[in-house]
DNA sequence: ATGTCGCATTCCATGCGA
């Protein structure tokens, strides 16, 4: 089974480049963040007429997650649990029935939480909190869990071009990463890290300021797996070659294989 | 380099979020 997760920054920008990727890397599930329209707006048509399986929490302008699937999407959860006043689009579960039993998957878009010293940013750490909890309970059925998204957090130094310009920055505040530990360490395991410790693995490149052309990029797109789904992931790929498209999404795809 | 996108409305210019 392959698994991958991408911020698209806008689905109807991002159709072409959603139809070749579904072509070229075939992902069984592909999770998207960003998708930026309501519901009604989504390009569900073309998704299916690819062979995906649709389903969707979007909002109108902003947020907007989604899971595509080759395999029937079952029990699907609309927002993330624990604050009835969030009404961001920014969390979508779901099982997938799969040829050695069901997964359980979510495409999360955490918030940005900048600038810091506004409400956004404890608004980020509390929305951590509630995933920390939520993920704990899902833990518990002992289940293969991935949880694949856009976390907005620089998890070490080696995740970034240039540390010391992001250390005011929401995405790389200690307490931020400290919320990303605190969610590791109740059983989760980064995917990329049980492969590689190298140094300047991205998945994000600013649009601004030529990011790309010198590579000056963050490792923020994260997939956390549950013992389970560790135990079966055989490898992790970087889809980098869609950054170099023209218009692209200022995020890549990263893709997992699991047995 | 105040450097780019995408969305929406205030609608061909501006504000917001990233």
């Not at 395999?71 to 920014?90: F, M, Q, S, Y």
């Not at 998204?149 to 998890?155: A, K, Q, S, W």
């Not at 109740?186 to 991205?202: E, H, N, Q």
Request: net charge negative.
């Amino acid at each position: 089974m392959r698994v991958a997760t991408w911020n698209v920054n806008s689905i109807r920008q991002r159709l072409d480049h959603l139809m070749r990727y579904l072509k070229e890397a075939q992902p069984d599930v592909l999770c998207l963040q960003e998708t930026k329209c309501a519901d009604e707006a989504f390009p569900r048509l073309e998704a299916e007429a690819a062979g995906y399986n649709v389903a969707l929490h979007g909002q109108k302008t902003f947020n907007g997650v989604a899971i595509l699937s080759k395999r029937p999407i079952e029990d699907v959860t609309r927002g993330l649990p624990g604050d009835t006043g969030d009404a961001h689009a920014r969390y979508i579960e779901a099982v997938i029935a799969g040829d050695s039993g069901a997964m359980r998957i979510a495409s999360i878009y955490f918030p940005n939480g900048n600038p810091p010293a506004t409400d956004k940013y404890p608004f980020k750490l509390a929305f951590m909190d509630r995933l920390t909890a939520h993920a704990r309970s899902l833990l518990a059925l002992e289940e293969p869990l991935v949880l694949a998204g856009d976390y907005n957090v620089i998890p070490e130094t080696r995740d970034v071009h240039d540390p010391a310009l992001w250390t005011q920055d929401a995405l790389f505040l200690p307490a931020t990463r400290a919320k990303y530990r605190a969610l590791l360490n109740i059983g989760l395991t980064d995917a990329l890290r049980a492969t590689t410790d190298a140094s300047g693995l991205y998945t994000f490149w600013d649009y601004q300021a030529g990011a790309w052309q010198k590579n000056n990029g963050l490792r923020i797109d994260h997939m956390l797996l549950s013992a389970q789904a560790a135990d079966r992931m055989r490898s992790i790929a970087i889809d980098k070659h869609m950054r170099s498209l023209d218009k692209p999404s200022d995020h890549v795809p990263v893709r997992i294989e699991l047995d």
